[in-house]
Nanobody, 126 residues
Framework: QVQLVESGGGLVQAGGSLRLSCAVS????????MGWFRQAPGKERESVAA????????YYADSVKGRFTISRDNAKNTVYLQMNSLKPEDTAVYYC???????????????????WGQGTQVTVSS
């Protein structure tokens, strides 16, 4: 059974940093296409960052390019989202997601992902 558990969210002032973690069980992150999404109140869930199963391809939303970095630690079977220079508009629930094992490409849409974590709240104060 695949499980994704996010952690690392919290309250931070604008300009600050947070690192989100997604601990994965039942799958090997080294060969999994995974991504981070976020959903703010009243808005649709949107893709933030993602990488392909090989890790050779990464994607970042324009709104976070240069500020956020997605990475993975194969030894810990964990995916990270380093978030720097945070802005109030980054406030949302952040979700980690994984595609099914047979799909290795970068997924840009939420319907391309099958496994989801429970989410972690990130609040950025101005």
């Amino acid at each position: 059974q695949v499980q994704l558990v996010e952690s690392g969210g919290g309250l931070v002032q604008a300009g600050g940093s947070l690192r989100l973690s997604c601990a994965v069980s039942g799958r090997t992150v080294s060969s999994s296409a995974m991504g981070w999404f976020r959903q703010a109140p009243g808005k649709e869930r949107e893709s933030v960052a993602a990488f392909s199963g090989s890790g050779s391809t990464t994607y970042y939303a324009d709104s976070v390019k240069g500020r956020f970095t997605i990475s993975r630690d194969n030894a810990k079977n964990t995916v990270y989202l380093q978030m720097n220079s945070l802005k109030p508009e980054d406030t949302a629930v952040y979700y980690c997601a994984a595609r099914v094992s047979t799909l290795y490409g970068v997924g840009l849409e939420s319907n391309q992902y099958y496994y989801w974590g429970q989410g972690t709240q990130v609040t950025v104060s101005s």
